[in-house]
C-alpha cells in the first residue's frame, strides 16, 4: 500500500490529504469522495493538487 498525498486549497486555508490506495487510480476514486464532502460542507470553490505519494516500508 502506499499513501498518496493531495493538497487542497480551500481559500482561507489549506488540508492535506493522505489516501491509502494500491494504485493512482483507487486514490483519485477515494478523493472523488472528498470531493464530493466538501461540496456538501459548502465550499464553493476550491483547488486539489497531487503532492507525492509515501512508499510505506521504504528503507
Do not use: C, H
Given at each position: ?42 465550499y464553493a470553490k476550491f483547488k486539489i ?11
Open positions: 500500500m502506499k499513501q498518496f498525498v493531495f493538497l487542497i486549497d480551500l481559500g482561507e486555508d489549506k488540508r492535506e490529504y493522505k489516501i491509502a490506495a494500491s494504485g493512482m487510480t483507487e486514490a483519485v476514486a477515494k478523493l472523488k469522495e472528498v470531493k464530493n464532502q466538501l461540496k456538501k460542507e459548502n493538487q497531487f503532492k507525492g505519494v509515501i512508499y510505506e516500508n521504504a528503507s
